[in-house]
């Protein structure tokens, strides 16, 4: 029952899209491409359709969903009050990966914001998503597509995976660019914070701005001291089947440590996958191994990691051991999303 619609992100076919855009407007649910990683979108101002999101993804009611819009007059119906800084970074971000928090205006419904009285919007920049926003013409609710608690989708495999036979339709519109989800900031605040990590970097947004602070619950990755201001970040989250083992240190000690470990966990006979990375990977001697990207660019770390940590699933591997990245730059999202798959599972060597 689910319309699979293939579009080339390069060259839309409006009427295919047109579809899509109608399923929308009457309420249905759509999967499709954006920048960072593949959303499930519904009419954000209709709570029947937002339930169905949440039923399709097994999502707990009370994790807010971001509000996605096409045109920036858009906004102002959706929110009660425009912060100087906001408009800064919508100015320099938008249309991009950078979610903001704002006081929600009476029109955004409460299962839209988990309860909230804030409402999360952003602006996409991938065409697809763009030209679909813009020709269902009301804004679109639009969480990750993915199972809930599963990593994100960022290619077209495992959006059908997850979400066939559970939405409306899926538009099969390539992989994605990014790979990790938007930056979240709450800019209510006076001091603006990241409640999430994303792929707009926090050295990036203090060069619009100034200071910004990363909600602690965050920063240490949330080792459990904090609550998160981001409900979302208290679920179990982007967690493959296998365990998953991150180990920390300095590179050669991390690829000796990775090697020990893999060694004793396979003499009790588990499987184990090594998450390693270009620089690395010739280096190891047994195992599953997939190189997650480039540490000279951790750009194709981002754009690889929930690719490769559902690869890991698909070779049946029991425990993933994974090296980690310098928590500078796109790295605190990198990391952010890999200390969740691990569920702060970290051995330091
Ligand atoms: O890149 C992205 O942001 C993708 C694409 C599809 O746009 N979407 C995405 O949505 O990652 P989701 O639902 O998987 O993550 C939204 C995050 C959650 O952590 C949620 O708790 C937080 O944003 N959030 C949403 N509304 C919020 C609010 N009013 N206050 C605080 N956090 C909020
Ligand atoms: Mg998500």
Same mark, same amino acid.
């Given at each position: 029952k689910t319309s699979i619609i293939y579009i080339d992100k390069e060259n839309i076919d409006i009427d295919r899209l047109e579809k899509s855009a109608k399923i929308l407007k009457n309420g249905g649910t759509v999967a499709f491409p954006t920048e960072t990683v593949y959303g499930l979108g519904a009419n954000a101002l209709d709570e029947d359709a937002v339930k169905k999101i949440f039923q399709a993804k097994g999502? #707990?009611?009370?994790?807010p969903l971001i509000v996605h819009i096409a045109r920036y007059e858009d906004i102002h119906r959706l929110i009660k009050e425009l912060p100087e800084k906001a408009e800064k970074l919508i100015n320099a971000?938008? #249309? %991009?990966p950078l979610t903001l928090i704002f006081k929600k205006s009476s029109l955004v419904p409460k299962s839209v914001t988990g309860g909230l009285d804030t409402v999360a919007v952003r602006m996409p920049s991938h065409p697809i998503a763009k030209a679909l926003i813009e020709l269902s013409s009301v804004p679109i609710a639009a969480p990750s597509a993915n199972i809930s608690g599963k990593p994100s989708t960022t290619k077209e495999t495992h959006v059908l995976k997850d979400l066939k036979g559970r939405v409306d339709a899926i538009i099969c519109g390539g992989d994605v660019d990014v790979g990790v989800e938007s930056t979240v900031v +709450?800019? $209510?605040? +006076? $001091?603006p914070m990241i409640l999430r990590p994303g792929g707009v970097t926090k050295e990036e947004l203090e060069k619009v701005i100034g200071e910004v602070e990363v909600d602690p619950a965050v920063k240490n990755s949330g080792a459990g001291e904090f609550i998160p201001k981001s409900p979302g970040m208290k679920y179990t989250h982007y967690s493959p089947n296998a365990d998953v083992i991150l180990i920390s240190g300095e590179l050669d000690n991390m690829v000796r440590g990775i090697e020990e470990l893999r060694l004793a966990k396979e003499s009790e006979g588990y499987r184990v996958g090594i998450m390693a990375t270009d620089e690395t990977k +010739? !280096?190891? !001697? %047994? %195992?599953a191994i997939i190189s997650v990207g480039k540490r000279g660019s951790l750009e194709t770390v981002a754009a690889n990691l929930f690719k490769v940590l559902r690869e890991f699933d698909e070779k049946g591997v029991d425990i993933i051991l994974a090296e980690t990245f310098e928590e500078r730059n796109i790295g605190q999202a990198i990391m952010n999303r890999l200390m969740k798959a691990a569920g702060h599972n970290v051995v330091r060597v």
């Open positions: 999502r #707990p009611s009370d994790n971000f938008w #249309p %991009g +709450d800019i $209510t605040v +006076d $001091t +010739d !280096k190891y !001697k %047994g %195992g």
